[in-house]
């Protein structure tokens, strides 16, 4: 998964990209995925930036805010809590990058087929919601990575069709949720 930046934001992506590398630094990053059951993801730092900005002379951050593109409909990375309030490993990841960079955090709920070109636009400044990296989406905005992990498939209990792998899902009604990269996966599979 990577943060979305957009490809013109490149103090952002430096202040954030440093942010992060402090978060993994101190442990937080790892207790965010403790917290959620996600320690088996990727908590290498990324590569140091050449040069971080001044928080404050970041564009995006003037407004002392971070504005988060997300989705809050996939647990347990971002989802609504019965408080109708955002929660997730993605939700403590932001506001924990928020803390960092001493600004207030606003989440910008909205479909996941929206996100980049919200970002494009500047409708908001980052995304963070359990996107995949991928060619296509580095094409149109860049990433800063901090997890890796993979996709699984979800069967009725006890697996009655006995579903073992992904060429198990030939000729069968699949759901998955648009604009992911699980749809390109699906397209993929060699069903004969």
């Given amino acids: 998964f ?16 440093d942010a992060l590398r402090k978060l993994v630094a101190d442990q937080t990053y790892i207790n965010i995925l403790r917290t959620w ?8 730092p990324p590569p140091a930036p050449a040069t971080v900005p001044v928080v404050a002379s970041v564009t995006q951050l003037q407004d002392g805010k971070l504005h988060i593109g997300i989705e809050l409909a996939f647990p347990p990375m971002e989802s609504l809590d019965e408080l109708k309030k955002p929660a997730g490993a993605d939700v403590d ?5 928020g803390k960092a960079l001493g600004v207030e955090v606003e989440f910008v709920n909205m479909p996941f087929d929206k996100l980049i070109g919200a970002v494009q636009s500047g409708q908001v400044d980052v995304v963070i919601s ?14 800063i990575p901090y997890m ?3 996709s699984g498939i979800l069967v ?12 198990d899902l030939c000729g069968r009604t699949v759901a998955v949720q648009e604009g992911t990269s ?9 069903c004969d």
Avoid: C, W, Y
């Avoid at 059951?37 to 290498?44: D, N, R, S, V």
């Avoid at 990841?93 to 990058?97: I, S």
């Avoid at 009655?160 to 060429?167: N, Q, V």
């Fill in 2 to 17: 990577g943060i979305g930046v957009s490809k013109t934001a490149d103090d952002l992506r430096a202040v954030l990209t």
């Fill in 37 to 44: 059951a996600l320690h088996i993801g990727k908590t290498e």
């Fill in 93 to 97: 990841m932001a506001l924990a990058l």
């Fill in 130 to 143: 359990a996107m995949t990296v991928t060619p296509e989406r580095s094409a149109q905005i860049d990433f």
């Fill in 148 to 150: 890796e992990m993979g």
């Fill in 156 to 167: 009725t209990l006890g697996n009655p069709k006995r579903i073992r792998g992904p060429k």
């Fill in 182 to 190: 699980q749809v390109e996966a699906l397209a993929q599979i060699p």
